[in-house]
């Protein structure tokens, strides 16, 4: 009981140094973040500008997509002949056993 009284004091006082230093960091990110907030903002538009940038050049990469969404039987094309060859097999197979 005597041990426990000795090293309580000490460890209370142990815990309390470090939540008061760990808080008096979050308090200087805090202020420091809130004495640069401009830069802070630059980075954060600059951010997205490039995001925007990069979705625009995309866009313009693709211009056939519109194209391609007006016109699907250019796309289809080929997969409708293959479709077309395999019925007529089908039809050959099935004419073959009546």
């Not at 000490?10 to 815990?15: A, F, K, P, T, W």
């Given at each position: 009981m005597i041990i426990t009284t000795l090293i309580l004091p000490?460890?209370?006082?142990?815990?309390l140094l470090v939540t008061v230093s760990l808080f008096s960091e979050g308090l200087l990110i805090a202020s420091k973040i809130n004495n640069n907030q401009h830069i802070l903002n630059w980075v954060i538009g600059g951010i997205f500008t490039l995001t925007a940038v990069i979705q625009a050049w995309k866009m313009w990469r693709n211009q056939g997509a519109v194209h391609k969404l007006e016109h699907p039987e250019e796309v289809t094309h080929h997969i409708e002949e293959q479709i077309e060859k395999f019925e007529e097999g089908l039809d050959k197979i099935t004419h073959k056993e009546s």
């Open positions: 000490e460890l209370v006082s142990v815990h």
